[in-house]
């Protein structure tokens, strides 16, 4: 018996074969649902995350594109600790996405990033 987070697995997945399609589904799922910018934190620093991207490399996973002092960085989404607030549905998104990876779950910031452009 599974819960919410493994039926949002299963949903965004159903149609997956592999690792390679199954974070090309998420991404999608991100795309589509997500709220951008999201504000979240990296190693303790604010930034923004602009959108989530797939780069095709399988072992690294999905990548966030995120902005802080006027720049864009890649880094793997599963480095990205989200701020309030947070959208529950992006949040819940995110959750199924670190279970689907095999990783903890990250302990959220109670830091809203702030918003730099």
């Given at each position: 018996?599974?819960?919410?987070?493994?039926?949002?697995?299963?949903?965004?997945?159903v149609d997956?074969?592999?690792?390679?399609?199954?974070?090309?589904?998420?991404?999608?799922?991100?795309e589509d649902?997500?709220?951008?910018?999201?504000?979240?934190?990296?190693?303790?620093?604010?930034?923004?995350?602009?959108?989530?991207?797939?780069?095709?490399?399988?072992?690294?996973?999905?990548?966030?594109?995120?902005?802080?002092?006027?720049?864009?960085h890649t880094?793997?989404?599963?480095?990205?600790?989200?701020?309030?607030?947070?959208?529950?549905?992006?949040?819940?998104?995110?959750?199924?996405?670190?279970?689907?990876?095999?990783?903890?779950?990250?302990?959220?910031?109670?830091?809203?990033?702030?918003?730099?452009?």
């Amino acid at each position: 018996m599974g819960d919410d987070i493994d039926d949002l697995i299963e949903e965004v997945t159903v149609d997956a074969y592999g690792p390679y399609e199954q974070l090309c589904s998420f991404r999608q799922v991100f795309e589509d649902t997500a709220v951008f910018p999201l504000a979240a934190r990296i190693i303790g620093v604010d930034i923004l995350v602009e959108e989530v991207d797939h780069e095709g490399d399988d072992l690294r996973g999905l990548v966030a594109i995120c902005q802080r002092d006027g720049q864009l960085h890649t880094v793997s989404l599963l480095d990205v600790s989200l701020a309030d607030p947070v959208d529950p549905e992006t949040a819940q998104i995110l959750a199924a996405y670190r279970r689907l990876a095999g990783a903890d779950p990250p302990p959220r910031s109670v830091r809203r990033a702030r918003r730099r452009t």
